[in-house]
Nanobody, 121 residues
């Protein structure tokens, strides 16, 4: 049974940093981070391929966020630096069995429960 469990969300001031984790069990996946702000659609943040570790980023986070993974722990991370108020959202991790990650919600088969990130001004 596949499980994705996020952790690491919280409240931080603008300009601050947070690191999210997503622990996967039940398989290995190409993985992604998405976020959903109140009243908005879920949007792509970053993704990493299953084997090659090639990474992809939304333009809005490029240069500030870094996605990585520890294959031994089957855990993915999102280091978020220089956070802005507009980064406030529920952050979800997602997985798909393909060797290549994707940037669309419908491409992913498995989802975590989400973790709240709130950035105050």
């Amino acid at each position: 049974q596949v499980q994705l469990v996020e952790s690491g969300g919280g409240l931080v001031q603008a300009g601050g940093n947070l690191r999210l984790s997503c622990a996967a069990s039940g398989g290995t996946f190409s993985m992604g981070w998405f976020r959903q702000a109140a009243g908005k659609e879920r949007e792509f943040v970053a993704a990493i391929n299953r084997i090659s570790n090639t990474t992809y980023y939304a333009d809005s986070v490029k240069g500030r966020f870094t996605i990585s993974r520890d294959k031994a722990k089957n855990t993915m991370y999102l280091q978020m630096n220089s956070l802005k108020v507009e980064d406030t959202a529920v952050y979800y991790c997602a997985g798909r069995p393909s060797f290549v990650a994707a940037s669309t919600v419908r491409a992913y088969d498995y989802w975590g429960q989400g973790t709240q990130v709130t950035v105050s001004s």
